[in-house]
């Protein structure tokens, strides 16, 4: 049986024409075209829907973010205004948070908190600017020095202690007093002798009129480890009381006669501040012990039991109390407090993380 090839005529010919997109006939090619079209309208609507719920959720992110760099920089204005604040208010004698010199008399406190040291917060030259401000302030009707202090450097209490007389000669109608909370001790107690008077509370301790000079000795330390002591000087004093070597009796006797020349004046200071008060003929009382309130005032070393509210009140007779305590530079505190955040948030991380 023969192969015959098809044949394709034209119109003319009248025979049937295949379809270029594999249909028979035009139905069939308007059906698939029509498919296709509608196939592709669906996935451009799927397309611009799809455009449409990005773009939205472009926008809410938008807002979003917009909404978080707002918070971000009102904390930013926010945490500016609170320096900037701080940084006025340390410039204005008298601030209390809560008030201001405002023509109506007070009593001005400065308070000595911690140690009387050189580079400390209550230097001789900081309690001194708390106190020339204190009188200064035509509104201060007295001045009260509270004290709750273990002591300090001599040299740095005696700078006060010489203040204190010449600024209430100076302002004789503003009289000083002393109010001493949990401790006033060696270097609080001399700067305390100044005040026209002195108040603690009963349990207070009170005293320690005294000097002390510490010091250790690792010469033995040094021989049974094996080392040698090498120390060189020009001057056979230089390495006075060298810790490393035996303590020579030359060297001892120079630094007794160093702290005894101290106490002396220590002693002197306080009998001159405290004048026939002092009783001096009790056993023990120059010689570096401490006493309760109650016990003090027995002693004359106090002269009698009431806290600052109390000396305002009864002695000043201006109970508003405006506070001239020289603070730390803002900068200072706003360094201290970003530090304690960091640590306190640091450590609760950890212990987070050790749960």
Known sequence: MEKTEPSFKGPEGGAKQESP???????????FLERLIAALEEGRAAEREAMSQLFQETLREQKKNRRSKNWFRFFIAAYLAALLWLAYSDTLPGVEMDALSSGKSHTAVVDIRGSIMANGEYSAE???DGLQEAFKDPDTAGVVLRINSPGGSPVQSGMIYDEIQRLTKKYPSKPLYAALEDICASGGYYIASAAKEIFADKASLVGSIGVVLRSFGFEETLNKVGAENRTLTAGKSKAFLDPFGPVKEEDRLHAQGLLDKIHRQFINAVRKGRGKRLKSWEKGLFEGLVWTGEEAVAKGLVDGLGSTAWIARERIKAEKVVDFTKKKDWVSRVSENLA?????????RTIANLE
């Open 21 to 31: 997109i594999g249909g028979v006939g035009g139905g069939s090619a308007s059906q």
């Open 126 to 128: 900081k309690v001194i």
């Open 340 to 348: 304690g955040t960091f640590f306190d948030a640091l450590a609760l």
